[in-house]
């Protein structure tokens, strides 16, 4: 029987009411709503023009009402597609991720269809892994050779150790270098999707060589900056630097790395002439231990991620008044410059 000529009784009108009162779910009120509209009378398409739903959705329900009763309505009765993938099959995927890292979706398009047998599209490979609680994310970098956990604490111990019983006025600094190429590196932004942020990049392989030392005592910063190739000589006109900055300072001790130059002879003959500065060198393979690492990382941010000079000068002149000028930046230090150290396990 066709909508127009079937004609609702006062009961049943009564019951759709009841159903439109209280529904299971809210967003099953519609449904009554329009069966109602249709039980006055209205036409199928206005009440399709009203509600905003169409014609053949409304007929849908007209007929479900009909032949399944009032009750199929008040339900989604949604059931959700059994996966091509079994349980376990499904598990085995979500460990090969996680312990495989694959760069892009297609990897793992392939390797369910290599080890199952089983094609899925890319978006329904995306669906998958976010079911399951995996979504793209950035690699944390670590040392790929890292010193032992107790050599990283043996460290950690004698540098407490130097704070409290340093002579009166010393100084301890973290020192290392900096190669800041002139290029735009790509970082995470908001952006819409429709519209994908796209960034400009320089096709010159131009640089500034820093020589930096955080003092994280007063979250200052002090540096040599140039075109120049970091080395001996210039270790040297940087320890010069220190030690006129740092002259009423009885001690400076000086926490760095194990490059080549720091172990030069010049540079030893150097110290031998300047007491006043000793150098302390980390274990091998260990920036996480050096706190100058993360000022690099604050410094890249704020200079060269999501960041375009078309011109060399103009890059240069920008990381001259950032390295110049960190003093405003020192609230922002005392939240992740702190003397806290990550210990890596090999």
């Known amino acids: 029987m066709k909508i127009s000529e079937y004609n609702f009784s006062k009961t049943e009108i009564l019951i759709l009411k009841k159903y439109r009162d209280r529904p299971k779910d809210e967003r099953l009120k519609i449904r009554f709503i329009a069966l109602l509209m ?35 309505l008040n339900s989604f009765d949604y059931k959700p597609k059994k996966t ?8 085995q995927t979500v460990i090969w991720v996680i312990f495989n890292n694959p760069k892009n979706t297609s990897e793992i398009q392939d390797y369910i269809r290599n080890k199952f047998g089983v094609t899925y599209c890319i978006e329904a490979v995306r669906q998958l892994l976010r079911k399951h609680g995996l979504k793209p994310l950035f690699p944390k970098v670590m040392p790929g050779n890292p ?4 050599k990283q604490w043996e460290f950690i111990n ?26 735009n590196i790509p970082g995470r932004c908001w952006g819409d999707p429709a519209f994908p942020p796209v960034i400009e990049t320089n096709s010159g392989r131009k640089r ?10 007063t979250c200052s910063f002090m540096h040599l900056t140039g075109e120049m190739n970091c080395n001996a000589e210039r270790a040297i006109e940087f320890f010069d630097l220190i030690v006129k900055a740092y002259h009423s300072a009885p001690r400076i001790t000086v926490i760095l790395d194990n490059a080549r130059y720091f172990h030069a002879k010049i540079v030893t ?20 231990l050096n706190l100058i690492e993360r000022f690099w990382r604050f410094a890249k941010s704020k200079l060269v991620k999501n960041n375009y000079y078309k011109e060399y000068k103009t890059f240069r002149a920008k990381v001259f008044r950032f390295l110049n000028h960190t003093n405003i930046y020192i609230d922002q230090f005392k939240t992740f410059m702190i003397e806290k150290f990550e210990i890596v396990h090999a």
Not at 163 to 183: N, R, T, Y
């Open 38 to 72: 249709l039980a006055n009378k209205h036409s199928v398409k206005e009440v399709s023009s009203i509600i905003g739903v169409h014609v053949k959705t409304l007929e849908n329900w007209y007929n479900q009402y009909r032949n399944k009763g009032i009750d199929s």
């Open 84 to 91: 091509y993938l079994s349980f376990h099959q499904i598990c």
């Open 147 to 150: 010193p032992s956990v107790e």
């Open 158 to 183: 004698k540098y407490n150790e130097m704070k409290i019983s340093g002579e009166p006025g010393s100084v301890i600094l973290f020192v290392d270098a900096m190669h800041l190429i002139h290029q």
């Open 208 to 217: 500034l060589n820093i020589l930096g030392a955080y003092n994280p005592a």
């Open 269 to 288: 003959e150097w110290l031998e002439e300047h007491k006043q500065m000793k150098l302390e060198f980390l274990p091998a393979y260990a920036p996480n």
